[in-house]
């Protein structure tokens, strides 16, 4: 993969990591209500909107990465965002990550190198 279309696809990730994690934490500020209450709440957290924002940028991120390298092989490298996610879960909201899915991480992880960075 060309240096161009490398740091496009961080950016992609950082902006698609961030509005993960921005959602996840707006919902968690709204607190334990349902209904309209709880969808209220949600509107009203800044994080809401950031991660919003996030997704926008990813997906003009997302579109320029696209340009640049074959779609089997953008669709493929777009995984990784699913080990970056569920680390920032780790990090950030303490969610478990079992032996299994460590292991499948490294798996996707390894899976992502060989098929991203290998050859033409």
Not at 59 to 68: E, I, K, R
Not at 70 to 98: H, Q, Y
């Amino acid at each position: 993969m060309s240096a161009l279309a490398t740091f496009i696809w961080v950016l992609d990730l950082l902006f698609d990591t961030s509005g993960h994690l921005a959602l996840k934490q707006a919902t968690r500020r709204a607190g334990p209500a349902s209904g309209p209450i709880f969808w209220r709440s949600v509107l009203s957290q800044p994080f809401l909107w950031f991660g919003i924002g996030a997704f926008a940028a990813e997906f003009l991120a997302w579109l320029s990465f696209l340009s640049l390298v074959p779609l089997s092989k953008g669709v493929l490298v777009g995984c990784v965002n699913i080990l970056v996610v569920m680390i920032g879960g780790r990090v950030f909201f303490g969610e478990r990550v079992t032996a299994a899915r460590a292991l499948a991480a490294m798996l996707i992880g390894t899976g992502v190198a060989l098929v991203g960075w290998a050859g033409p």
